[in-house]
Protein backbone atom coordinates (compact mmCIF):
# COMPACT_ATOMS: atom_id res chain seq x y z
CA UNK A 1 0.00 0.00 0.00
CA UNK A 2 1.89 3.18 -1.19
CA UNK A 3 -0.56 5.36 1.33
CA UNK A 4 0.28 3.89 4.75
CA UNK A 5 2.87 5.73 6.76
CA UNK A 6 5.74 4.53 7.86
CA UNK A 7 5.82 2.88 11.74
CA UNK A 8 1.86 3.68 12.05
CA UNK A 9 1.36 0.04 13.71
CA UNK A 10 -0.48 -1.82 10.65
CA UNK A 11 -0.99 -5.35 9.55
CA UNK A 12 -1.79 -6.50 6.78
CA UNK A 13 -3.88 -9.62 8.29
CA UNK A 14 -5.84 -9.18 10.89
CA UNK A 15 -5.83 -7.46 14.67
CA UNK A 16 -7.81 -8.22 18.11
CA UNK A 17 -10.82 -6.43 17.74
CA UNK A 18 -10.09 -4.70 21.37
CA UNK A 19 -7.12 -3.30 19.97
CA UNK A 20 -8.46 -2.25 16.90
CA UNK A 21 -11.22 -0.20 18.43
CA UNK A 22 -8.54 1.06 20.87
CA UNK A 23 -6.20 2.05 18.04
CA UNK A 24 -9.04 3.96 15.80
CA UNK A 25 -9.82 5.99 18.86
CA UNK A 26 -13.56 4.69 19.34
CA UNK A 27 -12.81 4.14 22.63
CA UNK A 28 -10.19 5.82 25.62
CA UNK A 29 -8.85 2.73 26.61
CA UNK A 30 -7.90 -0.68 25.53
CA UNK A 31 -9.56 -1.93 28.89
CA UNK A 32 -12.62 0.01 28.04
CA UNK A 33 -12.72 -2.21 24.59
CA UNK A 34 -12.33 -5.43 26.19
CA UNK A 35 -15.06 -4.48 28.88
CA UNK A 36 -17.22 -3.68 26.50
CA UNK A 37 -16.23 -6.78 23.92
CA UNK A 38 -16.82 -8.86 27.37
CA UNK A 39 -19.95 -7.23 28.46
CA UNK A 40 -21.85 -7.95 24.99
CA UNK A 41 -21.47 -4.48 23.92
CA UNK A 42 -19.76 -5.22 20.53
CA UNK A 43 -20.37 -7.32 17.39
CA UNK A 44 -18.62 -8.37 14.34
CA UNK A 45 -20.82 -8.91 11.43
CA UNK A 46 -23.52 -9.54 13.45
CA UNK A 47 -22.12 -11.78 16.37
CA UNK A 48 -20.96 -11.10 19.52
CA UNK A 49 -17.42 -10.49 19.59
CA UNK A 50 -14.58 -11.69 22.43
CA UNK A 51 -11.88 -9.24 23.02
CA UNK A 52 -9.33 -11.94 21.01
CA UNK A 53 -11.38 -11.88 17.84
CA UNK A 54 -9.34 -11.08 14.93
CA UNK A 55 -10.88 -8.43 12.58
CA UNK A 56 -10.21 -8.23 9.40
CA UNK A 57 -10.10 -5.27 6.29
CA UNK A 58 -14.46 -5.37 5.22
CA UNK A 59 -16.14 -6.35 8.99
CA UNK A 60 -18.70 -4.40 10.25
CA UNK A 61 -17.98 -3.61 13.99
CA UNK A 62 -21.09 -2.29 15.93
CA UNK A 63 -20.38 -0.63 19.33
CA UNK A 64 -22.43 0.53 21.84
CA UNK A 65 -20.49 3.01 23.97
CA UNK A 66 -21.14 6.50 25.74
CA UNK A 67 -25.09 6.08 25.09
CA UNK A 68 -24.55 5.65 21.31
CA UNK A 69 -24.29 3.19 18.41
CA UNK A 70 -21.25 3.23 16.74
CA UNK A 71 -21.22 1.01 13.22
CA UNK A 72 -17.84 1.17 11.47
CA UNK A 73 -16.20 -0.65 8.75
CA UNK A 74 -12.87 -1.77 9.01
CA UNK A 75 -11.18 -0.78 6.24
CA UNK A 76 -7.28 -0.90 7.39
CA UNK A 77 -6.74 -2.73 10.41
CA UNK A 78 -3.82 -1.70 12.41
CA UNK A 79 -2.67 -2.82 15.86
CA UNK A 80 -1.22 0.44 17.78
CA UNK A 81 -3.05 3.53 18.43
CA UNK A 82 -2.35 6.16 15.49
CA UNK A 83 -3.20 10.08 15.50
CA UNK A 84 -6.76 10.97 15.03
CA UNK A 85 -6.50 11.99 10.58
CA UNK A 86 -4.74 8.32 10.30
CA UNK A 87 -7.50 6.88 12.50
CA UNK A 88 -9.83 8.26 10.32
CA UNK A 89 -8.50 6.51 7.31
CA UNK A 90 -8.82 3.34 9.03
CA UNK A 91 -12.49 3.01 9.19
CA UNK A 92 -15.56 3.98 7.21
CA UNK A 93 -18.33 5.01 9.69
CA UNK A 94 -21.36 4.51 9.00
CA UNK A 95 -23.36 5.68 12.20
CA UNK A 96 -26.14 7.08 12.97
CA UNK A 97 -25.88 10.86 13.99
CA UNK A 98 -25.57 11.77 17.77
CA UNK A 99 -28.54 12.81 18.82
CA UNK A 100 -29.11 16.56 19.30
CA UNK A 101 -29.05 17.63 23.03
CA UNK A 102 -32.65 18.33 23.21
CA UNK A 103 -33.41 14.69 21.78
CA UNK A 104 -31.84 13.93 24.73
CA UNK A 105 -33.21 16.21 27.27
CA UNK A 106 -36.86 15.03 26.15
CA UNK A 107 -36.35 11.64 27.36
CA UNK A 108 -37.81 11.90 31.16
CA UNK A 109 -35.65 10.91 34.09
CA UNK A 110 -36.70 10.36 37.53
CA UNK A 111 -34.67 11.74 40.27
CA UNK A 112 -33.03 9.00 41.99
CA UNK A 113 -34.79 7.75 44.96
CA UNK A 114 -38.23 8.93 43.51
CA UNK A 115 -39.80 5.74 43.99
CA UNK A 116 -41.45 3.27 41.54
CA UNK A 117 -43.06 5.86 39.10
CA UNK A 118 -47.02 5.40 39.21
CA UNK A 119 -48.78 4.10 36.22
CA UNK A 120 -49.41 7.71 34.80
CA UNK A 121 -45.84 8.97 34.91
CA UNK A 122 -44.57 5.51 33.64
CA UNK A 123 -47.29 6.12 30.85
CA UNK A 124 -45.60 10.00 30.37
CA UNK A 125 -42.61 8.48 30.13
CA UNK A 126 -43.28 6.17 27.47
CA UNK A 127 -44.60 8.74 25.44
CA UNK A 128 -41.77 10.91 25.73
CA UNK A 129 -39.81 8.18 24.16
CA UNK A 130 -42.17 7.55 21.41
CA UNK A 131 -43.51 4.18 22.41
CA UNK A 132 -47.11 3.32 22.23
Same mark, same amino acid.
Given at each position: ??????????????????? *?? *?????????????????? %??? !???? &?? +? !????????????????????????????????? %?????? @?????????????? @??? +????????????? !????? @?? &???????
Amino acid at each position: MADEVSGSGTDTGSVRVDA *WI *WSVRLTKTRSTAATACRA %GHV !KVNG &ER +A !KPAQPVRAGDEVRLFHAGRERIVVVRRPVSKRV %GAPVAA @ECLIDKSPPPPSPV @EAA +AVGIRDRGAGRPT !KRERR @EI &ESLRGRP
